[in-house]
């Protein structure tokens, strides 16, 4: 709660202030008391709108005054239902900040606080699993630019707790120059509230470097025998780190991954991911392939290791030196991109091996955006890939850029080290890649018969067929109006992104809505209620089922004069005025005049 008022005075003051030589002879939050008359008629009008601003943010800063002193920190262990309620006006307020900045739902993220129980999403197996009573220690590498301190410290805590302080050397924070105040003294502060075996490190990059260059700086300076990386967004599970280490320690040239769960972005609800490995495609992006297929037969299969092609990135163990020996990651490579793929060939073709071990478990917030960019504005993918292509990819490079065209003009600096790495270490070429590590793999234009039986597309989120439990017209509370769509129609049906009003109840395709085991409503067994939109002017529309829950998501209490919620918006539905045509909109929960409704059973 400290950290959500704190955020709130800060953006306060980002979006209040005014430059100096503005007309508006200030730039503080406190001087809104400036008398009309020093205004210019031709400012006249801006003047009046930073007027209300400011009235705003003056109202807001009392609010949040007020907050300071009446919020005690909840104790709370797991995300539940009520927990994206927005109970008031403040609480939205702070939502949308977090979207904005960060992409995720922070209110929720800092109502959880720095620890939580999280389902256990191994195998049955792996609990009964022993390891070696000697481990390798560790130290753990997180860097992180502009995270939710919430978030960041949660990262933090539920390492110290969930891993043996024997084993835990270090955990080692980068600062990649981040600018939001939170993460100056007060993560210092806070981190000091944690700190109890001097365990934790935080180093700070004095100019954004990215999270390439901040990983290999937070390995230079890492003690133990072998390194874990992770992102600043993350749950470790029960015993994570055990297979791990013992699989490392068996064998010094393995990069070690565990499985990553879902932490949904929205919600913080956690699930667990299935058994996948990892690719690429020609334009050099990561993704997900089923196990080779006879994979998973008995339960001992379950506990793997699984070999894999390639990385996602953000979350391995690797001994130290080892990491050291093979090149640790090319520097020329900026923000983000590129350095999974890169790592991948570069371990593979120079005599490592990657391995996807199904005991550990780390959840990870996946989010829908990058909530940050580069300094200069470009994407850095493309250089990145270019490099890691160039290296090691030999003529196959060709590949790439058919794929990416736009690549060709691109600048991607000078590659003569990574050049002379791969000449040292007396790698394997590429085309010895793709034949012994990723067979499955198909060159543009050519389809392999097995491996497109082998890997159908994965989606982290188990699709499976959906259920429904009921099937209901939605009525206003005493009046004879329903929710229904509008607009122009689509193949027959109400287009995607359609949005709802009042009509008045008819049992017709448009009116009648299926509710599923998961909280969706789908209207006309076709198209999903939604709440669009991450910010304050979140619309309910119709639109593709995503079966990713979130805003998608909807509860309610009882049958009749129920509010209706939504689980990524935390608002209700609410008809505008309680009449025919009104617009369906979201708004904070309550019993009042216009959120209640009736669902009115129809055949299912
Ligand atoms: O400039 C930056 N400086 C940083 O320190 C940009 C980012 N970072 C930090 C950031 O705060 C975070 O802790 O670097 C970490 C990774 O950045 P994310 O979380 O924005 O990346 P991502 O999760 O979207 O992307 C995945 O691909 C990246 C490619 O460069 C990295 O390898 C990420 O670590 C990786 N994340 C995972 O593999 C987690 C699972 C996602 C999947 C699939
Ligand atoms: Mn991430």
Redesign the pocket.
Known sequence: YWTLVRNLHDEISLSETVPKNSYFPSNSVNDINMPMEKSFDKGKQQYLEKVKRYKKARKMQKISRKLIEELKPVAVSSANDEFGMVKNEEEQFLRDIGYKRHAFNTLVSSKIGLFRDIPDTRHKLCAQQEHPKQLPTASII??????HIVT?LRSVNTILKRTPSNILKEIIL?????DLDDLKKPLEKEIEQINYNNTIRLLRNDK?????R??VYGARNATSDVLI??????EVNVQWIEPLLARVKESRTTLVMPV?DIINADTFAYSSSPLVRGGFNWGLH?K?DNLPSGTLMKDVDFLGPFRSPT?????FAVNRLYFKEIGEYDLGM???????IEISFRVWQCGGSIELLPCSRIG????KR???G?LSGVDT?IK?SLRAAYVWMDDYVDYFLQNQPSAKSVDYGDISERLQLRQSLQCNNFSWYLKNIYPEQELPGEQKLLSSMDQPKYQ?WHSRKRNYINSFMIRLTNTTLCIAASGPKEKGFWKRGSSLHLAPCLRVKNQMWYETDRSEFVLGQLLCLEASGGSSSVLPVINKCHEMGGDQEWKHRKMDESPIYNIAAGTCLRAKEPSKSAAIELALCSNNLFSTWDLISGDI
């Open positions: 997180i860097c992180f630019y502009n995270e960041l980068v600062d990649d120059y981040s954004r470097e990215g999270l390439i901040s990983r990386f992770l992102d600043s967004h993350i990553i990561f997900w990385m996602a990135g953000g979350l900026d923000v983000w991109g590129g350095e999974n990870h917030v996946f989010r990058r909530p940050y580069s993918m990145n982290p």
